[in-house]
């Protein structure tokens, strides 16, 4: 990774911060009390030995100063309890507020973005990545401030008693941060790659369990397994390189500490025995002197040790934002408009001229599209698989963006409010979504406000009372559906679509899963939809093409025919796609 894009996400990960502001001073402030008690804590310590060892005082005499002594050691141990806690909820509150971030960001690209990468990936960049952000904020952020504000403490303590030993704090101090950065560098692109192995494995894994009855089928398990145990390999690999680099660097800093301390230890030894007698002040060569600066020589790099171990935390954090980062920089087709509102009536008029859709990376998705929607009608959308039907629809749904010209109601949509032109559609797709919870949660999903008498309404034109009476409206739907046959979660979804009492009905193929009655049934329920909306349904049954208003034929990402169902029959390319539907029925 270049030293830019490293500089440009560590800014962006303390750009972050601002939700947890207060704890991040709080947890600061009191690691610098910590320090002031930890000097007087070795103030104490010196004494005593001092007292005993030279001046040879009663213990007796002595007891305030252990009683001070071990109230400084239940204060530092009570500071470092509350500091653990503050910096579990600064990452708890911080991991929160970017998987909101990512869910909505989610919520805004839509299936087009989404359906780029596997499910696998996505979960490794909600969960395995964020999570490794939690010790950048809990550990390294406060850290970073206390290498410096705890050294600063103790060389002000240390300088007036010895000034050698102080100046031999100042001038070995920089060597840790120094070796500190030169591994740290190392390890950020050590642990972006062992992110996306992470990635990668994750992904495989989840699309193989997935399609792991079809693998068994064509006994192709032996291979996948294999496919999977290499990418397995490569993730041992790769996390072994970042602990190769944690270890490395914490070696490298207990060997410049180490050698640090010993040379104010080899300078106090030789003071002692006369050999060196510069650097005293008035203090003079105490025994305390010495003790005092040799208990805190530790604690003087310490802060600087504990920055060094949590550098592998900002090189995790730094790997793990480049993916975030990416996905949240992702330009979405809400990003460019203007927020006007659209008049909204009943049915919504829609119009296109040499519309072109656009994909993620501003691609032409489709040729130039001129069409018209009038309100109120219902218009079917025919074309084999990768015409450009789905583009359109997404384009429809403001998840992508284009070029040319495409109105509802008069307002060009790439100027609209998206969020208010989604209130009003409604979907019904191949496979509709139902989530765990009962049938009046998922009924009444995307805050749909309705009365009980409107909900018995809808259930009854979609043909799904029948059911739900049965099971009841509070009866339990498990992830996936589980609880309900196909045919009824799409009279659900149905239902759905009817209260939202949204001006555009889009139906992608509603009926493509289901068996000859369930399919009547859902239909029965779609034919009952009155002309209150515009509905645009990408379908292939010859029944439905019939009762259609217009249809809109699609070749190769462009509109080859437009008309009714007689006009389209007689010649063309729509001809040609019936009789390939009759022979294949036949």
């Known amino acids: 990774m270049e030293k830019s894009r490293q500089k440009y996400l560590f800014k962006w990960l303390r750009s972050q911060q601002k939700p947890i502001k207060k704890e991040l001073n709080l947890n600061i402030l009191l690691a ?23 001046e040879h005082s009663a213990r007796s005499a002595l007891i305030p100063q252990f009683i001070g002594l071990f109230i400084c050691f239940a204060l ?17 509150k911080l991991r929160n507020f970017i998987r909101r971030q ?16 596997s499910a696998g990936s996505w979960a490794t960049l909600m969960l395995e990545q964020v999570e490794n952000l939690h010790n950048f904020y809990a550990r390294y952020l406060p850290q970073q401030m206390l290498s410096v504000i705890v050294p600063c403490v103790i060389l002000i303590a240390v300088f007036p008693l010895n000034w050698a030993a102080g100046l031999i704090m100042l001038l070995t101090a920089p060597l840790v941060p120094v070796f500190m950065i030169l591994v740290g560098i190392a ?5 972006q790659r062992n992110m996306d192995t992470l990635a990668k494995l994750s992904a495989q894994f989840l699309d193989r369990l997935r399609g792991l009855e079809t693998l068994r089928l064509f006994d192709r398990t032996s291979e996948q397994t294999r496919h999977i145990e290499q990418a397995t390999e490569d993730f041992r690999k790769t996390t072994m390189d970042v602990l190769k680099m944690a270890f490395l660097s914490s070696a ?34 105490t025994l305390f002197v010495g003790f005092f600066c040799l208990i805190l020589a530790p604690e003087f790099y310490q802060p600087l040790r504990d920055l060094g171990a949590y550098y592998h935390d900002r090189s995790a954090a730094i ?91 008069g307002v060009e949509l790439s100027q609209a409010d998206i969020a208010a032109w989604r209130r009003q559609i409604a979907w019904v797709g191949q496979n509709p979504l139902l989530l765990h919870g009962s049938i009046l949660d998922n009924l009444l999903l995307g805050d749909i406000q309705a009365t009980q008498a409107e909900i018995d309404a809808a259930l ?26 196909v045919g009824q979660a799409q009279r659900l979804a149905v239902a759905r679509a009817l209260l939202r009492k949204g001006s555009l009905l889009l139906l992608d193929e ?22 209150a909306h515009t509905t645009l349904m990408i379908t292939h049954r010859i029944e439905d093409l019939k009762h259609s208003d217009q249809i809109l034929v699609m070749r190769q990402g462009q509109i080859v025919q437009q008309g009714r169902f007689e006009e389209l029959s007689r010649q063309g390319y729509f001809a040609e796609l019936l009789n390939r539907r009759n022979q294949d029925i036949q």
């Open 460 to 485: 009854q034109r979609a043909n799904a009372k029948e059911f739900t009476d049965k099971l009841g409206l509070n009866s339990e739907i498990k992830d996936g559906g589980l609880g309900v046959s």
């Open 510 to 531: 509603p009926t493509a899963s289901l068996d000859a009655q369930s399919e009547n049934q859902v239909l029965q329920a779609l034919n009952a939809i009155d002309h």
């Open 319 to 409: 790997g793990a934002a480049d993916a975030i980062v990416n996905f949240l920089d992702t330009e979405t087709a809400s990003q460019r408009r203007q927020n006007i509102q659209i008049l909204y009536k009943s049915a919504v008029d829609i119009s296109a001229e040499n519309l072109v859709a656009l994909s993620p990376q501003g691609k032409p998705l489709t040729q130039p599209l001129t069409f018209r929607i009038p309100a109120g009608s219902h218009t079917a959308l025919v074309g084999q698989s990768g015409a450009g039907k789905t583009s359109l629809m997404n384009v429809l749904l403001g998840f992508l963006n284009y070029e040319g010209s495409l109105k509802i109601n």
């Open 252 to 285: 490298v800093l207990e060997f410049f500490t180490s050698i640090s301390i010993a040379v104010m230890a080899v300078y106090f030894g030789f003071s002692y025995l006369g050999q060196i007698e510069f650097g005293q002040l008035s203090a003079g060569m």
């Open 76 to 92: 530092r141990a009570g500071i470092l309890y509350i500091r653990e806690k503050i910096g579990f909820k600064c990452g708890q």
């Open 187 to 191: 390890a950020a692109d050590k642990s």
């Open 32 to 54: 610098t009390l910590s320090s002031l008690i930890l000097v007087a804590q070795t103030w104490l310590l010196a004494s005593l030995l001092h007292a005993l060892i030279i």
């Open 102 to 117: 990512i869910l909505e960001k989610i919520h805004a690209v839509g299936p087009a973005v989404i359906n780029g990468k």
